[in-house]
């Protein structure tokens, strides 16, 4: 009989150093994002590991240590060999892992911030990196002395990342832009740990940068399909902003935290980011802010089948909403108009399965969208496809339908085609000539890649 008794991993223990557990786990997070792993990776986890629970890591985390640790093997890292391992009865079985909560991450997060981009390199080869364009950090001559401090300059750089990343995205989607992005979020971070600043004015403009950049590549994870590197990275903005005081950056990323939970059906989770983000923001003097945190908590109702608190919601979207723009506006706004009010509101509609009502909104969505918005014209026509599919609409349906398709070659988004894929389903079995259209084009869509 092969016996459970566990022997504790001291090699691992001593690979960890001084980080607490927490501080480890979320380093073997962003490793394992950097070789396009998903592991959920948490402070319980890496207890299992050191107690000798886990005796070898599944192939998933395997890759992930073996990165960490260049050059060393399983057993340098105080692992048994896998096939040691493989049969019944050869390990402890451990009670399921509990996936973990936003609010885990940002406590496991916010301390290893300044710590887990150490070997990020010089603040002179992260600043090379900020510009989705520019030479690889990898490029920069390892001779290139340290820059001792973070200036002017460098604070642009992380600003302008921001403001590109949110051009291209509204010009193209987020599929063919995450990758391409995460290299300036990374060199974002090592900034951040690289010396001191010479003024609190740039200190505060750097963490507002990095966190709004870490958002901003939170979302292109989002709207591509990648919800848990999102969650990580919505989570690393959140606990930037607590380092820093920053009561924008804590409402912009509770705004993303809710809507991503309400996208992967953690609609509770969602109404509560969404009230976290409306008590950041009320001293901040931005009706148009608090107007879409209350759309975030709306739609997280509405999928709650809550629509009284839904209507509710929407009433105070709307009364701040009114009260019109102010110069207390965030930046990253720019996308909340009349139109996105109008589309957020078809979407809790249609969470509460009111299609006529939905449509309208959408309707209404697709008539005030500014063309700027290249991504948005295909999202709010999808929208509104699949609510006049889901009310019976087949014809307008389709046709809304083929406007999203002719969309599709400057569009990159998961979500999109996502919604469209929707709306073909339900149109499939309502047939007439429209249709037969559209699901013919729609058959010859090339994959994602």
Aim: proline content about 5%; hydrophobic content about 45%.
């Amino acid at each position: 009989m092969v016996s459970t008794r566990a022997v504790p991993n001291l090699a691992f223990r001593r690979l960890r150093g001084q980080r607490s557990a927490g501080e480890f786990a979320a380093a073997v997070r962003r490793a394992a994002r950097e070789i396009g792993e998903q592991v959920a990776c948490d402070a319980r986890y890496v207890g299992r590991v050191e107690s000798g629970e886990i005796r070898c890591p599944n192939y998933a985390y395997e890759r992930v240590f073996l990165h960490m640790f260049p050059g060393a093997s399983l057993e340098d890292l105080g692992f048994l060999a896998r096939e040691s391992v493989r049969g019944r009865g050869a390990r402890t079985v451990p009670p399921p892992t509990t996936p973990p909560t936003l609010d885990s991450d940002i406590h496991e997060e916010s301390d290893v911030l300044r710590r887990v981009f150490m070997t990020s390199g010089t603040t002179t080869v992260a600043a090379a990196s900020l510009g989705l364009a520019g030479r690889p950090a990898a490029a920069v001559p390892p001779g290139v002395p340290p820059q001792r401090r973070v200036g002017e300059a460098e604070v642009e750089a992380v600003e302008k990342a921001v403001r590109q990343i949110r051009l291209l995205d509204d010009r193209h989607g987020a599929d063919g832009l995450y990758r391409r992005a995460f290299q300036p979020l990374r060199a974002a971070y090592a900034l951040l740990d690289a010396g001191t600043t010479s003024r609190r004015s740039t200190a505060d403009r750097l963490h507002a940068g990095a966190g709004e950049l870490a958002i901003s590549v939170g979302w292109l994870a989002h709207d591509s399909g990648r919800f848990e590197d999102a969650r990580s990275h919505y989570a690393e903005a959140l606990a930037t902003a607590r380092l820093a005081g920053d009561a924008a950056l804590e409402a912009h990323a509770f705004c993303n935290a809710s809507f991503l939970a309400r996208d992967t059906g953690r609609a509770r989770e969602a109404v509560r980011a969404a009230e976290a983000g409306q008590r950041a923001a009320r001293p901040l003097g931005s009706p148009r802010l608090l107007a879409l945190l209350a759309l975030r908590e709306a739609g997280a109702r509405a999928w709650l089948g809550d629509r009284a608190g839904c209507e509710l919601a929407i009433g105070r979207a709307q009364s701040a909403f009114d009260r019109g723009p102010r110069d207390a506006d965030p930046e990253w706004m720019s996308f909340f108009r009349e139109a996105e009010l109008e589309l957020l509101e078809a979407q809790c509609w249609s969470a509460l399965g009111d299609w006529p009502r939905a449509a309208l909104h959408a309707r209404r969505a697709t008539r005030l969208q500014d063309p700027h918005f290249t991504r948005n014209l295909a999202l709010y026509r999808a929208q509104l496809a699949n609510d006049l599919a889901q009310a019976g609409t087949a014809d307008e349906a389709a046709a809304a339908g083929h406007a999203v398709l002719d969309l599709l070659d400057r569009v990159q988004s998961s979500r999109i085609r996502g919604m469209l894929a929707s709306a073909v389903r339900v149109l499939r079995p309502q047939g007439g000539p429209e249709v037969a259209a559209l699901l013919d084009r729609y058959e010859e869509l090339p994959p994602v890649t």
